[in-house]
């Protein structure tokens, strides 16, 4: 055993070896005098737990397999696992590097507790979240299979009415074609009637004449047999009949709608990174004065969008077909114009460095100077998009008829979340006029959705599984003057920056939605915001077209 440890002597702080010991930490697994406690216990980076050394756990030591009278009470590093003196010595483990036990135990422990923590504060809420997401998905299968029941009644009754109706047409057609025929023959009758009654009236005046002998009325008669040998025209009426065409069902079918069949995808699980990778980024405390470093100078009559490409080159568009990126010198290096000359909503940067834009119905990539267009959309219009650090597309968009409004994310051309409405079915954001309904986008560090809704006058934040986080409606203190948010970005320090378009500036917000501080760096109509990889923020400013490099960490 370790020459302090034996029973002869008096048991010594393992720190100093000078005094002796009272007391014992479990964490760390070493005695320590009163002095050396109290240092010990100061190192925050650690939970420490020092008890009396009469309190303190017993070291449960193994007996040897290979003898039974020795305990392992050494570490052997090459083979990494406790052996007893005698292995260490003259075993199977002779020549072996050789450690501590105790150290080597205190060092587990460490690694234990750490294990512990991540598994406590990190997995496990995510293994719940995902639990409860699950469930939550459960609860809204009744609902959603019961609207799709709904809607395939609906178009029932819509083709029952269709099919319906184009009978009742026939009905009425054959009615009429019925009518005129019966006209057509009663007229005709009429005719022949007509002419019968003469024809009788002739065979009787000829009888009487007969009869009478009368050689005036004999001499003086004029035959009409020649004018009754033309029989009145005969009419022939075709009765038409009815073709029904075969039903073809495949079409039928097709013109119901469709129903897809279900979906079920497995997402590869997503790996967590270790507690040491996911530390807090370096500490950039806010500028007491922030200040312009930079003004690019766009050529457009006004500006409303920008994304970093570069530390020192971003994409500008406004609402005309071209978009460009430019330095910081205002050179223009390349421009884009949009597929078929639609004109752009808003524009965006991938992590591969591609361009992203929305324009009409679709949301189209730009790359090695191709377009491609790899959403298109129906019965919705894209408003805003922006890249997360998943490399999916979070878009804001609303209906056609300017009633609704949601967040949609895409994998690729691939739908994967919705986001529209709260826990009790409310909507999260404000529908209107497509003009005024701009609602720029970012998603924060934490993966929060921050969303800038211009016409509700608020900032609404979602967590990444769209539960409603908070509303952020301008500084509290601030009653005179209407907040209205354009646009938004997020930076290292998970800081909410939104651009407050007709006060000309930005509010600075934690990502808890507390207010931090403005900016103003004489900003005119600032829109569009983007954060590039160094913190330098960049604004957009509406009136005046230029783009302004600011510096506020």
Aim: glycine letters at 4%; one cysteine or more.
């Amino acid at each position: 055993m370790h020459p302090r440890r034996s029973a002869q002597e008096v048991l010594l702080c393992d720190l100093c070896e000078t005094v002796p010991l009272q007391s014992h930490c479990e964490l760390c697994n070493i005695n320590l005098c009163v002095n050396c406690a109290g240092k010990h216990v100061s190192d925050s980076s650690k939970r420490h737990n020092v008890v009396p050394f009469l309190h303190r756990k017993s070291t449960n030591y193994h007996k040897c397999p290979d003898h039974v009278d020795k305990y392992c009470e050494i570490y052997c590093e090459k083979c990494g696992v406790p052996v007893c003196s005698t292995c260490a010595l003259f075993g199977k483990h002779k020549g072996h590097e050789m450690s501590d036990i105790l150290e080597k135990l205190s060092a587990k422990t460490e690694s234990l507790q750490k294990d512990l923590e991540e598994l406590e504060t990190r997995i496990y809420p995510r293994y719940e979240e995902m639990s409860s997401n699950v469930e939550t998905e459960k609860a809204e299968i009744e609902t959603k299979y019961e609207k799709l029941t709904t809607d395939a009644d609906e178009q029932g009754e819509i083709l029952h009415r269709e099919i319906t109706a184009i009978v009742n047409q026939r009905k009425s057609a054959i009615t009429e074609m019925k009518t005129k025929h019966l006209d057509a023959l009663n007229k005709n009758t009429e005719e022949i009637t007509q002419k019968m009654a003469e024809l009788k009236q002739i065979m009787s005046n000829l009888k009487s004449m007969l009869k009478s002998n009368d050689v005036y009325l004999t001499s003086t008669y004029k035959s009409r047999n020649s004018e009754f040998r033309t029989l009145p025209p005969k009419v022939r009426v075709t009765v038409p009949s009815f073709s029904p065409q075969k039903i073809n069902k495949d079409q039928l079918n097709e013109m119901f709608g469709s129903l897809p069949p279900l979906s079920i995808n497995t997402e590869h699980g997503v790996a967590m990174k270790s507690a040491e990778a996911v530390s807090s980024p370096p500490v950039k405390p806010l500028l007491d004065e922030p200040r312009v470093t930079a003004t690019i100078d766009t050529g457009y009559k006004h500006l409303y969008s920008v994304s970093c490409l570069s530390e020192d080159q971003v994409w500008t568009c406004w609402i005309n077909n071209t978009m460009k990126l430019l330095n910081l010198q205002s050179e223009l290096l390349t421009s884009i114009q949009t597929k078929s000359g639609r004109l752009p909503g808003d524009i965006a940067v991938t992590r591969d460095g591609d361009l992203v834009y929305t324009a009409s119905n679709t949301i189209n990539l730009v790359k090695n100077k191709q377009i491609q267009t790899v959403i298109r959309l129906q019965g919705w219009r894209p408003l805003n998009v922006c890249c997360t650090a998943g490399n999916d597309l979070l878009v804001t968009m609303t209906s056609d008829d300017d009633k609704q409004s949601k967040v949609v994310r895409y994998s690729g051309s691939t739908e994967k979340q919705s986001i529209q409405f709260d826990d009790q079915g409310r909507p999260l954001y404000s529908s209107g006029d497509i003009i005024l309904n701009t609602k720029y986008l970012s998603e924060n560090k934490n993966l929060d959705i921050c969303v800038a809704d211009c016409i509700a006058r608020a900032v609404v934040v979602v967590n990444q599984s769209g539960k409603l986080r908070f509303r952020y409606t301008g500084h509290p203190s601030n009653t005179k003057q209407s907040f209205t948010p354009r646009g938004i970005t997020t930076d290292s320090q998970s800081h909410i920056l939104t651009a407050d378009c007709y006060n000309n500036r930005i509010h600075i917000l934690d990502q808890d939605g507390q207010f931090l501080r403005y900016i103003h760096c004489h900003l005119d109509r600032p829109y569009g915001l983007c954060v590039d990889i160094r913190d330098n923020l960049f604004v957009a400013e509406c009136d005046t077209a230029k783009v302004k490099k600011i510096q506020y960490l």
